[in-house]
Nanobody, 122 residues
Framework: QVQPVESGGGSVQTGGSLRLSCVAP?????????MGWFRRSPGKEREMVASLDSIGRRWHANSVKGRFAISEDNDKDALYLQMSLLKPEDSAMYYCAAVLLGFCVSSDFTYWGQGTQVPVSA
């Protein structure tokens, strides 16, 4: 089991940048994992924003491609989401999630953090 804990959210203006962090002790202890960032805004479905698996494959949603970048710390069980050129439509609660011994399938994420809020003002 892992318990992701997000941090780094906060208010930002359009065009600004923010880096979200997620600490999830133990996720690298398994041979295969996927870590992901999701977001949910009021009235919308939860959206998978980016993912990174145990062999380094990265995926970003079309809505954030070229603006957001997922990465992980080589020495710690930590995941990041660097967000740039933020838009008001990026405003959401952002969640870090994990799949252990599985693949980066949105419905397979089992372990979830509490989320960190990112409001983007116009």
């Amino acid at each position: 089991q892992v318990q992701p804990v997000e941090s780094g959210g906060g208010s930002v203006q359009t065009g600004g940048s923010l880096r979200l962090s997620c600490v999830a002790p133990g996720y690298k202890a398994v041979s295969r994992y996927c870590m992901g960032w999701f977001r949910r805004s009021p009235g919308k479905e939860r959206e998978m924003v980016a993912s990174l698996d145990s062999i380094g494959r990265r995926w970003h949603a079309n809505s954030v491609k070229g603006r957001f970048a997922i990465s992980e710390d080589n020495d710690k069980d930590a995941l990041y989401l660097q967000m740039s050129l933020l838009k008001p439509e990026d405003s959401a609660m952002y969640y870090c999630a994990a799949v252990l011994l599985g693949f980066c399938v949105s419905s397979d994420f089992t372990y979830w953090g509490q989320g960190t809020q990112v409001p983007v003002s116009a």
